[in-house]
């Protein structure tokens, strides 16, 4: 496709500028707010667990770009860059690592649990394959209340294992419900690699036993990712059932902070940053023109500035008082 | 009027789907097969499959698409057949419908409710004779409903589907075939409160406390013990989370005396958390330690006399009242 001469969608941050170069942006803001957090983990600003995106980028930028605004989405525990996609603020989202009550869940989630319902963002979810009942779920409200939006449900390959999958695969299709199925293939769940987990390791043909069509995407491209996720949003719309899109891509940090890395060769991570998809997607547009190096030094002082931005709008948020502890456990004011 | 508690179960569950398009009721046999415990039936016909939605044998799919289906606005009762195979979706229910307001710091609520048959005293063996309520109770961010009367059966629902929150509701398997008066008047509103635990039977020697299916029991050894001129006070807990203190406090601090009848196994159980409360509130109200009646430890065994052993008993509750009131 010719993505060259889109403009970048209202509400996806920053000024009008070619969709190309708000592809690259996004994922220079991704991996920018990421490298900090990283940072701030070692000088403990940030605790828990964290899970970087790093190298996976290309998934969340080209996916979030073609879905609507008025979409649900739902993500695992490594939706930082997801959560910051779908128009969280940086400033919220870096407040809830520090666990402020500025935060995107006022502290209280973490990392692991960023939530923006107004943006229809349901959540990090760190039960794996936990996020796809509930997609089916959205999905099957929206049906029954005749709204015509898809959900969008992120999670990695390990997910497949899972029974939630089996069963939220079987209940989209069964129902022919709007559900976006994106499977993050990063090759790994923690130290296990995927044929050391599953007899059947092409992923598209275990959706398929569902009768969910399918698409295998290189998700290290960031224009293929938006193209295919693209169609296979066209198709759910269109035709109402789910859609599975596998995405092929790689981690290139540890699983979490607390992960030595001993299941895995330095070789294997060096030759996948090779295809790294910002440079990767950087050298493309230079090449064909439509980039130079000054234009990438300025998007990436941009994101510079956004995240240092936030750091310090995190830094300075004040501590929810511990006299608060016991609330947002129910509802209040809820009738009894 | 004299309903089945089912048919009380069955009004309510109508009056729901009648009076809210959001409500819609899912699970495992609930449309054509009519429910498990014949709770929905005709329901199918009436307000179709859309409504009345046959689910498979996902537990764990099913309960999670029941909270996202309250995330999307709508009003879902999830029916899981029984406690038993509530464990295949305990994922689900502790780890998003309990969890989600909290961890999204407040902006989510969960209207779901889930229903689910429990406990023993049918011969179905260990598997499928579970009284795990208690499970659920330790859970903050969801209530928990063990209606264990006709007029509870016929006015819990309406209140737990308006609570925002996710709601467990333990219908008790012998429960079923009860039947009792309803107030019948014209235009009666049926709702009751889903706050208080209630006096079943107002005594003044002891406060016998339970709740679910061994409230019949407890009525019964109350009334055997009455006709021995033991007057006891049978306190139903209804609301097994969150557990209404107050009630029970007042009524111990008045008797002096308690003994727990509680279906769960005793380590670890509701009972035990009922005791402890009773220690922190009413320590020195007390005339004597307090007792309780649980099941045996041991899964609940198929054999008809042995399952009966294990279980709490009317002649076991009348058996520790006299030891408390050393009578
Ligand atoms: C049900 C469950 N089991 C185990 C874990 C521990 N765990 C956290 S992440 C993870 C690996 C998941 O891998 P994958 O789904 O491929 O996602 P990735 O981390 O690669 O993005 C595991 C095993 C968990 N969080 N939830
Ligand atoms: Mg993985």
């Given amino acids: ?336 | 009027m004299r309903i089945s508690y089912r048919e009380a179960m069955r009004q309510a569950l109508h009056e729901a789907l009648a009076n809210d398009p959001r409500v819609f009721l899912m699970g495992e046999d609930v449309g054509r097969y009519g429910g498990t415990y014949a709770v929905s039936k005709g329901f199918y016909d009436e307000f179709g499959p859309e409504r009345i939605r046959d689910t498979p044998l996902s537990e764990l799919g099913f309960v999670g698409a029941g909270i996202g289906a309250a995330l999307g606005g709508m009003r879902p009762i999830v029916e899981v057949m029984t406690v038993n195979f509530s464990l295949l979706a305990l994922d689900q229910i502790v780890n998003s419908a309990a969890l989600l307001r909290h961890m999204s710091g407040g902006q989510v609520s969960v209207p779901l409710v889930i229903r689910m048959a429990t406990g023993a005293g049918r011969q179905l063996a260990a598997q499928h004779s579970h009284s795990l309520e208690n499970w659920y109770a330790h859970i903050p961010g969801i209530r928990v409903l063990a209606p264990a009367t006709i007029a509870d059966a016929r006015g819990m629902l309406g209140p737990a589907l308006a609570d925002p929150d996710p709601v467990v509701i333990f219908e008790h398997a012998q429960l079923y075939n009860m039947e009792d008066d309803l107030r019948d008047e014209p235009n009666e509103d049926w709702a009751c409160d889903i706050e208080h635990a209630a006096i079943r039977r107002p005594g003044s020697q002891l406060s016998l406390i339970t709740y679910g299916g061994s409230l019949p029991k407890a009525l019964d050894a109350a009334a055997e013990l009455a006709r021995d001129g033991i007057d006891v006070e049978v306190v139903d807990l209804r609301v097994l989370r969150p557990l209404d203190t107050a009630t029970i406090a007042e009524s111990v601090s008045r008797t002096h005396r308690a003994v727990i009848v509680d279906e769960g196994w005793r380590s670890g159980s509701l009972a035990a958390e009922v005791m402890a409360r009773i220690v922190e509130r009413c320590f020195y109200d007390l005339d004597a330690p307090p007792l309780r009646v649980c099941s045996e430890e041991v899964p609940i065994p198929y054999a008809k006399h042995m399952e009966d052993a294990a279980l709490p008993q009317a002649a076991k509750i009348v058996a520790a009242v006299r030891e408390v009131l050393n009578v």
């Avoid at chain 1, 943006?119 to 509930?134: C, D, K, M, Q, S």
């Fill in chain 1, 1 to 336: 496709m010719n993505a060259t001469g889109r403009k970048a969608k209202a509400g996806s941050g920053m000024s009008e500028r070619p969709f190309t170069h708000q592809l690259l942006a996004d994922m220079l803001r991704i991996r920018r707010m990421e490298e900090k957090c990283a940072e701030l983990y070692g000088a403990q600003k940030i605790r828990g667990f964290l899970h970087l995106y790093i190298g996976e980028e290309a998934c969340a930028t080209g996916a979030m770009h073609a879905l609507d605004a008025d979409d649900n989405v739902v993500a695992t525990y490594r939706e930082h860059g997801h959560a910051l996609l779908r128009g969280v603020p940086m400033d919220a989202i870096m407040a809830e690592m520090f666990g402020k009550a500025a935060g995107c869940s006022r502290g209280r989630g973490g990392s692991m649990h960023l939530f923006d319902v107004a943006r229809r963002f349901y959540g990090g979810n760190a039960i794996v394959g936990g996020g796809l009942p509930l997609a089916v779920g959205l999905a099957l409200a929206d049906r029954m209340l005749g709204i015509r939006r898809l959900t969008a449900c992120f999670f990695g390959e390990g997910a497949v294992a899972e029974g939630a999958f089996h069963e939220g695969m079987n209940l989209a299709a069964l129902w022919r419900l709007p559900v976006l199925f994106l499977c993050e293939n990063n090759l790994y769940a923690m130290g296990t690699a995927l044929d050391r987990s599953e007899s059947q390791t092409e992923l598209c043909v275990k959706a398929a036993s569902y009768k969910v069509p399918t698409l295998k995407v290189d998700g290290m491209d960031v224009l293929a990712v938006h193209e295919g996720t693209r169609r296979a949003a066209q198709q759910v719309r269109g035709e109402g059932g789910p859609f599975f899109v596998e995405f092929r891509t790689f981690r290139f940090r540890a699983h979490s902070m607390f992960d030595p890395e001993l299941y895995r060769g330095k070789a294997e991570v060096e030759e996948w940053k090779k295809r790294g998809p910002i440079h990767s997607f950087s050298a493309q547009l230079k090449a064909a023109g439509e980039l130079t190096e000054d234009g990438f030094l300025e998007l990436d002082a941009e994101a510079e500035a956004e995240v240092a931005a936030a750091v310090a709008f995190a830094e300075a948020a004040p501590w929810e008082p511990v006299e608060d502890l016991l609330r947002d456990v129910t509802t209040p004011g809820a009738m009894r």
